[in-house]
């Protein structure tokens, strides 16, 4: 009788079980990265809550450290001195700044938009240059360009006055490349030759078509030149000198100037603030819904 010998089980042996719950070891990440993102929210949002109780304070309260107290409330006495000091001075400035960021970004998007579909569309010789020099205004810094654009304003003799400082705010070369890249990726070439063949112009086409497609970069574009124009500064104090003119970033800082001298224009500054950061809220709450509806819209088929 033969015995067949069997060879030893090459397996591993099978570990024992622990007992217990099971490691979660994701558990300490997701803490962490909740508890930084918490940090970052009330980073950001810290300055806008100190903003809004500072605005309801009196010059001894802003001055003695009091600012974040919930007593003492007078919001409508700011806002009344506010609307009385220098007879209505701040809402002239208010309304300079509306109309330097609101027109200026309008028509400054709707440039960089036909620009950059004019750069993704068609064919001419240097294109890809000018194209080059475009990104090369992007790498300039605007406040290099301040004193250039001054001497150039002089020689037209547009200094000190609204023109000086809203021309300038019509060209982004940033916006023209942004606009390139969501023509790019918005506007298929089949549904302009589509439009061709149709009969339309390239006017029309572009109206009609191109502009509705990238409809998202155009809001881009409109809100980041609408948040540089209105923080503008430093374009303001080199060609104006007429603080009628005076949109209310360079106002609220001349009157800061003053604080020193006259304690009583601190509140004003504060409240001031606050109502400059108005607009840029209303901005972004009120055209989110088409920047997120112009992503998700339009396909070629």
Not at 225 to 235: D, E, G, M, P, V
């Amino acid at each position: 009788m033969t015995t067949t010998a069997t060879r030893p089980s090459s397996a591993p042996p099978a570990r024992p079980e622990r007992s217990g719950r099971p490691r979660r070891p994701w558990t300490l990440s997701k803490a962490a990265v909740n508890g930084t993102l918490l940090l970052a929210t009330f980073y950001t949002l810290w300055p806008l809550g100190w903003l809004l109780t500072a605005s309801a304070k009196n010059t001894a309260d802003l001055l003695g450290g009091n600012s974040l107290g919930a007593d003492n409330f007078q919001l409508g006495r700011n806002l009344g001195d506010l609307a009385s000091t220098g007879d209505g001075i701040y809402f002239r400035w208010y309304l300079n700044s509306l109309l330097y960021a609101g027109i200026g970004s309008l028509l400054c998007a709707l440039v960089c938009v036909a620009a950059g579909y004019a750069f993704h569309v068609y064919r001419f010789p240097g294109k890809e240059k000018l194209f080059g020099l475009v990104l090369l205004g992007v790498l300039v810094p605007t406040t290099a360009l301040a004193l250039p654009m001054y001497l150039l304003a002089s020689e037209l003799g547009i200094v000190n006055t609204f023109w000086a400082v809203f021309i300038p705010s019509l060209v982004n070369p940033f916006g023209v490349y942004l606009a390139r890249v969501f023509c790019a990726g918005y506007v298929p070439n089949e549904v302009l030759e589509a439009a061709r063949m149709d009969g339309a112009g390239e006017l029309r086409t572009f109206w009609s078509i191109g502009l509705r497609m990238v409809m998202p970069g155009f809001v881009t574009v409109l809100l980041f030149q609408f948040t540089a124009i209105w923080n503008n500064f430093f374009l303001p104090l080199v060609m104006l000198s007429d603080n009628r003119l005076f949109p209310v970033s360079l106002g609220l800082f001349s009157w800061n100037a003053q604080t020193k001298a006259f304690p009583e224009y601190y509140p004003l500054v504060i409240t001031g603030s606050l109502l400059a950061v108005v607009p840029l809220v209303l901005a972004f709450v009120l055209l989110q819904r088409h920047w997120k509806a112009g992503l998700t819209a339009g396909s070629v088929k």
